[in-house]
C-alpha cells in the first residue's frame, strides 16, 4: 500500500507497542499474530479506496513530481541488474515501476502491486503511453497476496510504513524473493526529520483538537518505521538477514503555490488528518487555519515552487540463500 510519499497517517492506535520493554526482544510474535494474516488490513484499504484515492489524484503533481529530487538520490544506488525480474510493492500511480522496468531491461520484468485500483488506472495508461512491455500491475494486499518465489529485487517507496501488521507484511514480500534475493524499502523518518509534514500539523493543532483513538485511518502512518533499532527487529522476525540502513536528505517539492501547498496539507498528511477528522469545527475555522498555514508555508516559496527538506531510510536486506 505505498505511495510516492503516501501521506495518509494514523492516529493513535498501537502506536505505543513498539516502544514497549522487551517488544522486539520477546513479544514480537505474539503482536504478529495478533492480525489476521489472512486479511490483513481491511480497514485501511477501504479507506484508501474510499476516501483517499480522489485526493492522492488531485495531488497527483506533488505526489509525483514533488519527489524528483528525493527520488533522484535514491534509484541510482538500487542494486537492480539488467535481466532482474522485480516486484514493486504500493506501486501508487506506477512512476517507480516504470524506472524499474527501463532498469531491468527488455530481458527483465516489473510486477506493482497496489490496493488502489484508480491509481492502478493510471499506472496502466503511463505505462502504455512509455512503450513499454516488461511492466505490469495488479490490484492487491502486499500483506496477504498469495506470491511465488520468483523475485530477484522486491522494492517498495513509501508503502511498507503503512501495514496493519508490518511483520506479516514484511514476511509476505519475502516469500515473493528468490534465495539470495534482495528487498529494498524506503521509509520516512522521523516528523522532527521531515518538516515538509511535521510542521503543518503542529499549525493545524493550533486551532483543533487532535484526532481520537477511534479515527478512520490507513494504516499507521508515515513514522511508523522510524526508529532503526524497531525496523531492524521487524526485518529479522520476518525472516530478513543483513539489514542496512542508509540516511537520504532531500527537498521535496510540496506545491506549486503557496495556495496550492496549502490546500495539498490540508487534504492530506499528518495536518490533513487533524482537520479531516475535526469535522465541522474544521469548516467553522477553515478561514483562519487556511491563513495560519499559508503564513508558515510562504518562507518556502522558491522559483521552483514550495520546496521543504525531507529525509528518509533507504533499508536494504537479504532473503536467506
Not at 505474539?30 to 489476521?36: E, K, R, T
Not at 483517499?52 to 524528483?68: C, E, W
Not at 522521523?190 to 478512520?216: C, H, I, S, Y
Not at 510562504?298 to 533507504?314: H, I, N, Q, R
Amino acid at each position: 500500500m505505498g505511495q510516492p510519499g503516501r501521506l495518509c497517517y494514523r492516529g493513535n492506535r498501537h502506536r505505543a507497542l513498539p516502544g514497549m520493554p522487551g517488544y522486539w526482544e520477546g513479544t514480537i510474535m505474539s503482536v504478529a499474530n495478533a492480525v489476521d494474516p489472512t486479511d490483513p488490513g481491511r480497514e485501511f484499504v477501504d479507506f484508501w479506496n474510499e476516501i483517499l484515492a480522489p485526493k492522492f489524484i488531485r495531488f497527483k503533481h506533488i505526489l509525483v513530481d514533488g519527489l524528483t529530487h528525493h527520488s533522484a538520490a535514491i534509484f541510482p544506488t538500487l542494486p537492480v541488474r539488467q535481466g532482474d525480474k522485480v516486484l514493486d510493492v504500493g506501486c501508487g500511480f506506477g512512476d517507480t515501476a516504470i524506472q524499474l522496468a527501463r532498469r531491468v531491461g527488455a530481458d527483465g520484468s516489473v510486477v506493482g502491486i497496489d490496493c488502489c485500483e484508480a491509481f492502478l488506472d493510471i499506472a496502466r495508461q503511463d505505462s502504455a503511453a512509455s512503450g513499454l512491455s516488461n511492466v505490469t500491475f495488479i490490484e492487491g494486499d502486499a500483506q496477504s497476496y498469495s506470491f511465488g518465489p520468483d523475485y530477484d529485487f522486491v522494492f517498495s517507496r513509501f508503502g511498507t510504513m503503512f501495514f496493519e501488521n508490518p511483520v506479516w507484511g514484511l514476511r509476505n514480500m519475502r516469500t515473493a524473493m528468490r534465495p539470495g534475493g534482495l528487498m529494498t524499502m524506503i521509509v520516512w523518518r522521523t516528523a522532527d526529520d521531515n518538516p515538509w509534514l511535521g510542521m503543518a500539523k503542529q499549525v493545524v493543532l493550533d486551532f483543533l483538537p487532535p484526532p481520537g483513538d477511534e479515527a478512520r485511518t490507513c494504516g499507521p502512518g508515515p513514522f511508523s518505521m522510524a526508529s532503526q533499532e524497531a525496523v531492524t527487529g521487524m526485518l529479522k522476525s520476518a525472516g530478513y538477514v543483513d539489514p542496512q540502513f542508509k540516511r537520504v536528505d532531500a527537498p521535496v517539492l510540496v506545491g506549486e503555490t503557496v495556495e496550492d501547498s496549502m490546500q495539498f496539507q490540508l487534504a492530506l498528511g499528518p495536518a490533513g488528518e487533524v482537520f479531516r477528522e475535526a469535522g465541522d469545527l474544521a469548516e467553522q475555522r477553515r478561514e483562519e487555519i487556511e491563513a495560519a498555514l499559508s503564513e508558515a508555508i510562504a518562507p518556502f516559496l522558491t522559483d521552483e515552487g514550495v520546496v521543504m527538506d525531507s529525509s528518509s531510510w533507504v533499508i536494504t536486506a537479504s532473503n536467506p540463500a
